[in-house]
């Protein structure tokens, strides 16, 4: 069955740098684009970025273009976030979650368990 | 960008009550719409894509309606296990957009 596991989440300062990783099991990884959304408290639902299947695009929302890079390595089915120059309101649980397809305009349709990421001095 | 609205915000219902919620694009996004269900501290399930294609496993009070930039999603005979917070989402775009949410909540 599909496994979305993610780590790297914590506690960081403003203007500092956190980088989550994501690790997938049970299916073809290099087949499919991979997302990362993420979730304020008690807010809803943001998506931030995704890799096409073989990593030669990606895409960013307004709000974290210039500061995140995701990446992956479909050797070691794995998808990464570096988050530089946080800010308080990056603060939020990031879920890790696989496309339906293999580009960028898909559907979720596995999703990680979430990984709070909080932002504060 | 594409903006999604979704409406009402909260729902008060009961156990067997036919429940509709509301999504508006900003324009156009033909039939690449998704609607997913979360639970408090789960992450999202995904319930339909395509607008009204319904998810192997998905209960079939579950449906979904409507293309360019008017979606609704029904549940035709609501259960005890369908309260939660949906959300609808398009990926007609480079960026994909969710709607605020609407959470079903015990009348």
């Known amino acids: 069955q599909v496994q979305l596991v993610e780590s790297g989440g914590g506690v960081v300062q403003p203007g500092r740098s956190l980088r989550l990783s994501c690790v997938a099991s049970?299916?073809?990884?290099?087949?499919?684009?991979m997302h990362w959304v993420r979730q304020a408290p008690g807010k809803g639902l943001e998506w931030v970025a995704v890799?096409?299947?073989?990593?030669?695009?990606?895409y960013y929302a307004d709000s974290v273009r210039g500061r995140f890079t995701i990446s992956r390595d479909n050797s070691k089915n794995t998808v990464d976030l570096q988050m530089n120059n946080v800010r308080v309101e990056d603060t939020a649980v990031y879920f890790c979650?696989?496309?339906?397809?293999?580009?960028?305009?898909?559907?979720?349709?596995?999703w990680g368990q979430g990984i709070l990421v909080s932002v504060s001095s | 960008d594409v903006q999604m609205t979704q409406s009402p915000p909260t729902l008060s219902a009961s156990v067997g009550d036919r429940v509709t919620i509301t999504c508006r694009a900003s324009?156009?996004?033909?039939?690449?719409l998704a609607w997913y269900q979360q639970k408090p501290g789960r992450a999202p399930k995904l319930l339909i894509q395509?607008?009204?294609d319904l998810e192997s496993g998905v209960p079939s009070r579950f449906s979904g309606s409507g293309s360019g930039t008017e979606f609704t999603l029904t549940i035709s005979s609501l259960q005890p296990d369908d309260f939660a917070t949906y959300y609808c989402?398009?990926?007609?775009?480079?960026?994909?957009?969710f709607g605020g949410g609407t959470k079903v909540d015990i009348k």
């Open positions: 979650a696989k496309g339906v397809g293999h580009n960028y305009g898909n559907p979720l349709d596995h």
């Open positions: 049970g299916f073809t990884f290099d087949r499919y684009g």
């Open positions: 890799t096409i299947y073989d990593g030669s695009n990606e």
């Open positions: 324009e156009s996004i033909s039939k690449w």
């Open positions: 395509e607008a009204s």
């Open positions: 989402q398009e990926y007609n775009s480079h960026s994909l957009t």
